[in-house]
């Protein structure tokens, strides 16, 4: 297990280039303040480092607003903010304080889209969790076809959440 410095304190994270990469899209995208305890308490459940993307967005963001608010990403949300979007520590039901024995299961939660569908980062074994595709892999699962689409099914989504997949050890 690392502690939390070690996953904070990197020589290349990922938050200054993926604010670069957001910023030269087409599509609008809000970054919500966030918690700073919050995302340092979600890493260190996590085990993610800020190296990753999904570190970065945890550790520095309330989360990621996607075209007004069609794609919802989760981070660390500040109590003060507003918008009421949940954190993904509170989607994903982690414990506080840290449990070095609680694991993500099927997979991690990480954004949700307007029409209610769930984006998920594999986990460990998607096949035994009835899912398709690789560990670490983001899945969509559609409301209405009520399964899990792979990678390419819905374009925006999927282009937006695909860097995600660059997250060492979150699973």
């Given at each position: 297990?690392?502690?939390?410095?070690?996953l904070?304190?990197v020589?290349?994270?990922?938050?200054?280039?993926?604010?670069?990469?957001?910023?030269?899209?087409?599509?609008?995208?809000?970054?919500?303040?966030?918690?700073?305890?919050?995302?340092?308490?979600?890493?260190?459940?996590?085990?993610?480092?800020?190296?990753?993307?999904?570190?970065?967005?945890?550790?520095?963001?309330?989360?990621?607003?996607?075209?007004?608010?069609?794609?919802?990403?989760?981070?660390?949300?500040?109590?003060?903010?507003?918008?009421?979007?949940?954190?993904?520590?509170?989607?994903?039901?982690?414990?506080?304080?840290?449990?070095p024995?609680?694991?993500?299961?099927?997979?991690l939660?990480?954004?949700?889209?307007?029409?209610?569908?769930?984006?998920?980062?594999?986990?460990?074994?998607?096949?035994?969790?009835?899912?398709?595709?690789?560990?670490?892999?983001?899945?969509?699962?559609?409301?209405?076809?009520?399964?899990?689409?792979?990678?390419?099914?819905?374009?925006?989504?999927?282009?937006?959440?695909?860097?995600?997949?660059?997250?060492?050890?979150?699973?």
């Amino acid at each position: 297990m690392r502690e939390v410095n070690e996953l904070i304190n990197v020589d290349d994270p990922a938050w200054p280039l993926l604010l670069q990469e957001l910023s030269g899209t087409d599509v609008p995208i809000e970054v919500l303040p966030g918690d700073a305890e919050m995302g340092r308490a979600s890493l260190l459940q996590l085990q993610v480092s800020a190296r990753s993307n999904l570190g970065g967005i945890v550790l520095h963001s309330g989360g990621l607003l996607v075209d007004s608010g069609w794609l919802r990403i989760f981070g660390s949300p500040s109590g003060a903010h507003g918008e009421g979007l949940p954190g993904l520590a509170e989607i994903n039901a982690m414990p506080a304080p840290f449990d070095p024995g609680w694991a993500s299961g099927a997979g991690l939660v990480v954004a949700h889209d307007v029409l209610g569908g769930v984006f998920t980062l594999n986990g460990g074994n998607p096949r035994e969790a009835g899912r398709p595709g690789e560990p670490g892999e983001i899945l969509y699962f559609a409301p209405d076809a009520l399964g899990w689409e792979g990678p390419g099914r819905r374009p925006l989504g999927m282009a937006v959440l695909g860097s995600l997949r660059r997250a060492p050890g979150v699973l």
